[in-house]
């Protein structure tokens, strides 16, 4: 049962556009939200993270909002570039959720930003 | 430079045979972290050390695999007796400054397993 869901495998924007990424979680006790982006044949890289006490989190072009009741969050990137193309990943953690720490992803939405 | 340095970066073995895999933390971590990756998939935890102590172990983590942290610093992920299914990106990940764990990870080491 995924905890961490991203129901868009993949997602296809113009250059200078917005990208809006999508993530839902079910465990309640998650307390921390992060994305990462991967580029083929490379680990994740660590974009931004959200804590459940804030709903908006912003940095430069990336800003990550967290709506806790819906229990969804998602991250926007605006200009769109077409270096943005990648695999976006959520994960989460919490003490129970993911416990001391560790990480539960989400399958990640393949991002294609055209020129 | 995401501070962990992971060897081999690619693997081709055949089923059956015995891997091993390294992760070097640039700087001094408490905690180190192993995930794996298989296509279409997210990453997903395989095990935990705080210092030279394995914490935690994922259900993913058969008996043929095996992960050791001597003194505390450079990591080991060994799979014996290699399955077609073991086929994946293997990483290693260090948490940041903050109390909470936004991991930065490897480079990965992919493994074929043919």
């Known amino acids: 049962d995924q905890q961490v869901k991203q129901n868009s495998p993949s997602l296809s924007v113009q250059e200078g556009r917005i990208s809006i990424l999508n993530c839902d979680y079910t465990?309640?006790?998650?307390?921390?939200f992060l994305w990462y982006k991967k580029y083929p044949a490379e680990g994740p890289t660590f974009l931004i993270s959200?804590?459940?006490?804030?709903d908006k989190n912003e940095d430069g072009r990336f800003t990550v909002f967290l709506n806790k009741s819906a229990k969804h969050l998602s991250l926007h990137i605006v200009p769109s570039q077409p270096g943005d193309s990648a695999v976006y990943f959520c994960?989460?953690?919490?003490?129970?959720?993911?416990?001391?720490?560790?990480?539960?992803f989400g399958k990640g939405t393949k991002l294609s930003v055209k020129p | 430079d995401t501070g962990v340095s992971q060897n081999p970066r690619h693997k081709i073995t055949k089923r059956g045979q015995n891997v091993t895999f390294r992760c070097d933390p640039i700087?001094?971590?408490?905690?180190l972290y192993w995930y794996r990756q298989t296509l279409g998939q997210g990453p997903e935890f395989l095990t935990y050390?705080?210092?030279?102590?394995?914490?935690?172990k994922s259900r993913l983590l058969s008996d043929r695999f095996s992960a050791e942290r001597p003194k505390g610093s450079f990591s080991t992920l060994e799979i014996q007796r290699t399955e077609q299914g073991d086929s994946a990106m293997y990483l290693c990940?260090?948490?940041?400054?903050?109390?909470?764990?936004?991991?930065?990870f490897g480079q990965g080491t992919r493994l074929t397993v043919v």
């Open positions: 994960a989460a953690s919490g003490r129970y959720g993911g416990s001391q720490g560790n990480l539960i």
């Open positions: 465990n309640s006790m998650f307390d921390y």
């Open positions: 959200i804590s459940s006490i804030k």
């Open positions: 700087s001094e971590h408490n905690r």
């Open positions: 050390f705080q210092n030279e102590a394995q914490l935690e």
């Open positions: 990940a260090t948490p940041g400054r903050g109390m909470h764990t936004e991991a930065f």
